[in-house]
């Protein structure tokens, strides 16, 4: 609607300017308040647009910061963890130096390289751990892509089906892989050849031997400990030692006399339930003249058990853990074993007791043992094999045949197996022409071979059993020692009479002593050598009447042994029936055999064949490898620049360091060598992790300096557009302003020349 108010020209002149001039005091009070020339997009588009371009990519940028300041702390987490596992290592390698620097094989040294193994072991799962714990806002690029290999369960299961063996796992995969377990070995049990020999100078024993066949249900493969205690002048006992089985006994000084005085030794035997026999031969001469000790001390000898557990890979590479071997040298031992190749560690636990019921072998016999095991030379010899399929033990018993006082042997022994299970084999008769090789066929024995035996022919008296001599032999041992003198007659002796209670296993030289004393009287001295004598006299009359001299001993070896010996008729009162022979005299020596009871025994055993079993262990990828712990950083706004950081595996597996648990619980200078080469090659695979964090790290920072300044350059490229100069636009407002009082007053003027009109009314 048009207004009513007619104004003048100048009026309407003067308005319209000072309307004008309001608005732009208007837009410059607006420019001076926000501090922008451009505030939207009337007032200019471009500038505006372009302006708001810049300040949302610099926007988008500052917002990116975050994420790469985010990632840079991420980063710095997995390069603090590395160089914790650094530290960690180092430490794990300090304690290998420490194991090659006890690499002895007495007791103390594979103890401590056992605990120094377990605290290698902690030190592996520190690793892990530490490893684990460098997470850092849901990402950790210490753990790598989570890919797995591991050995099947089901291979497991077969393994571990296996007898003596459980615990079946393959540690360490670096790649899939099978492998087959396998056990040989006839379980012949020997002792170490030096401890053997250490052990008889510094105990004073002699012809140590171990032997026999390992226990399918009590085997221990643990080492034989011989103790001795009594020093010179004493007793002396053996305790001998096996695992947790102990055996002791006491040989007395009166037994090593009786020994003595026969010219033997006396012989120590014992079998333990493992299997294993152990004999040596007892001198107390030879004990008391060990230097220093007297024999008093303990040995320990090392055992070989023929056993081996081979493990053997698909490319046809085998390990072998061999009883047989030394320790420190690769021997089986109770509990875990370990197997390394390049692909895995294959680690079984084996039962020391049962795991010859997994093994393959053909019969095999043992070597004699028991205290008359000497008298079996060598090992018998089993004709057919494999027609041995159980084991037995046998008793090699003997009949002893005619004693031959000159060798001081019997002429022939009738010798004969008991088979314990056995229906027994044929016996044969052994003399000193057919001693060696003699074979003893089967005769329903439950292994249906024959067995070759050779014998040492002046040992087999100590196995065998013979009743004592009677008179008739006894009389035809009589020998004149000396010539008679006077008129004793050449052999007045004529026969023995009763014989009885004579000291067994060994005959007894009995010596006479017959001299004329004065007045005809007769003195008769008879002694033993064992600490028995007996002496008598004679009267003229009682000599002259004598037939029968009846002997009794009362001490000495011999005590409570009686003979009669039946002078020739008239044969002493010859002598003193012509005066003046006092001093005639003879000695005669009459050997008297006791009876042979078998005092030793002599055993060996055979193995059966047997066939075992294998089982294989196979490895394969069991976990996906995934991405997830991988950080990817984004560089610029439009996602086009980014920084993907791998996340590294430093964990001990195979897929990561690479670094396997002790194994063998060090037993091996090449079990500690394999930790030395597994650490240096995790120190390397270490580096280069660290080398790639720190790249990274490197490339992110740059880019994060970068993003800082480059989106201030936007902003400040958006604030050129838009931009008010606040001194021009306070001059401009100056301007206006006055442009608006001056405007103001030039209305006022123009409204006068109306006012004066008014007043002319």
Do not use: C
């Not at 087959?180 to 020997?190: E, F, L, P």
């Not at 890979?313 to 047989?324: C, I």
């Not at 009885?500 to 003195?523: P, Y």
């Amino acid at each position: 609607m048009a207004t009513q108010v007619q104004l003048s020209g100048s009026i309407r002149s003067n308005l319209l300017l000072l309307q004008t001039t309001q608005t732009s005091l208007d837009r410059t009070q607006t420019r001076l308040s926000t501090g922008n020339k451009v505030n939207s997009a009337l007032d200019s588009p471009t500038a505006f647009f372009a302006a708001k371009a810049l300040n949302q990519r610099a926007s988008d940028l500052t917002s990116l910061k975050d994420g790469i300041g985010q990632a840079i702390s991420t980063i710095s987490a997995g390069d603090k963890g590395i160089t914790a596992i650094q530290n960690l290592i180092d430490n794990a390698t300090a304690l290998t130096q420490s194991a090659l620097s006890n690499l002895g094989t007495d007791a103390n040294s594979v103890a401590t390289r056992k605990s120094l193994a377990q605290q290698y072991n902690a030190f592996l799962r520190q690793i892990d751990s530490q490893a684990q714990d460098a997470n850092y806002a849901g990402k950790n690029l210490l753990i790598g892509s989570g890919l797995r290999l591991g050995v099947t369960a089901s291979s497991q299961l077969d393994v571990n089906a296996l007898a003596g063996i459980s615990g079946a796992t393959v540690t360490n995969v670096t790649k899939a892989d099978t492998y087959t377990i396998s056990v040989a070995g006839d379980g012949a049990i020997s002792g170490d050849a030096g401890d053997i020999a250490n052990a008889a100078t510094d105990r004073g024993i002699s012809n140590i031997v171990i032997n026999g066949f390992a226990s399918t249900t009590k085997n221990t493969l643990s080492d034989v400990t011989i103790k001795l205690s009594g020093g010179t002048g004493k007793d002396k006992t053996f305790t001998v030692t096996e695992g947790d089985e102990s055996f002791t006994t006491t040989f007395t000084q009166a037994e090593w006399a009786t020994a003595k005085g026969n010219g033997t030794v006396l012989k120590f035997s014992h079998s333990f339930s493992s299997g294993t026999n152990l004999g040596f031969d007892v001198d107390f001469d030879s004990i008391e003249d060990v230097p220093d000790t007297a024999g008093v001390g303990t040995s320990t000898i090392q055992k070989n058990i023929n056993l081996q557990v081979s493990v053997e890979n698909s490319a046809g590479e085998k390990v072998t853990r061999d009883g047989l071997q030394s320790v420190g040298n690769g021997k089986v031992s109770d509990g875990e074993n370990s197997f390394s190749f390049g692909t895995g560690t294959a680690r079984v636990t084996l039962d020391e007791r049962q795991i010859l019921q997994a093994s393959t072998y053909s019969a095999a016999a043992s070597g004699a043992y028991g205290t008359g095991a000497a008298a079996i030379t060598g090992t018998p010899t089993i004709t057919t094999p494999a027609s041995v399929t159980v084991d037995e033990t046998y008793l090699v018993t003997a009949n002893a045949n005619s004693f031959n006082y000159t060798t001081g042997n019997f002429d022939s022994y009738s010798v004969s197996l008991d088979g314990n299970g056995s229906a027994g084999l044929t016996t044969r008769v052994v003399s000193t022409g057919n001693a060696s090789d003699v074979n003893f066929s089967s005769a329903g024995a439950a292994n249906g071979s024959s067995i070759g035996i050779s014998f040492n022919y002046n040992e087999l008296k100590y196995i065998a059993t013979a009743a004592a001599a009677g008179s008739a032999e006894v009389t035809t041992t009589i020998q004149q020692q000396s010539g008679a003198t006077g008129t004793i007659s050449t052999a007045p002796l004529y026969s023995v009479g009763t014989v009885a209670s004579f000291a067994a296993n060994q005959v007894t030289k009995l010596s006479i002593d017959v001299t004329v004393g004065t007045g005809g009287s007769t003195n008769i001295q008879v002694s033993d050598g064992l600490g028995g004598t007996a002496s008598f006299t004679l009267t003229a009359a009682q000599a002259s009447s004598a037939s029968v001299l009846s002997i009794a001993f009362t001490s000495g070896t011999n005590n409570g042994a009686r003979l009669n010996i039946n002078f020739q008729d008239s044969a002493i009162s010859q002598a003193v029936s012509v005066g003046g022979y006092a001093g005639a005299h003879a000695a005669y020596t009459v050997q008297v055999r006791g009876a042979y009871t078998a005092s030793r025994d002599a055993k060996f055993d055979v193995r059966g064949a047997h066939t075992g079993s294998d089982a294989s262990l196979t490895t394969k990828q069991l976990v996906d490898a995934s991405d997830q712990n991988n950080l990817t950083v984004q560089l610029n706004e439009t996602n086009t620049s980014i920084v993907n950081v791998v996340s590294q595996n430093v964990q001990t597996n195979g897929q990561g360091l690479q670094l396997d648990q002790a194994q063998n619980s060090w037993g091996d200078r090449s079990d500690i060598q394999n930790a030395i080469d597994q650490l240096n090659k995790a120190k390397n695979l270490l580096r280069t992790a660290s080398s790639n964090l720190g790249t990274n790290l490197n490339i992110i920072q740059t880019r994060q300096d970068f993003t800082l300044e480059f989106s201030n350059v936007l902003t400040e490229g958006a604030s050129k557009l838009t931009a008010a100069d606040q001194n021009e636009e306070s001059a401009n407002m100056l301007t206006l302003q006055t442009r608006q009082q001056l405007g103001t007053i030039a209305l006022s003027l123009a409204n006068q020349a109306q006012q004066a009109i008014l007043r002319l009314f």
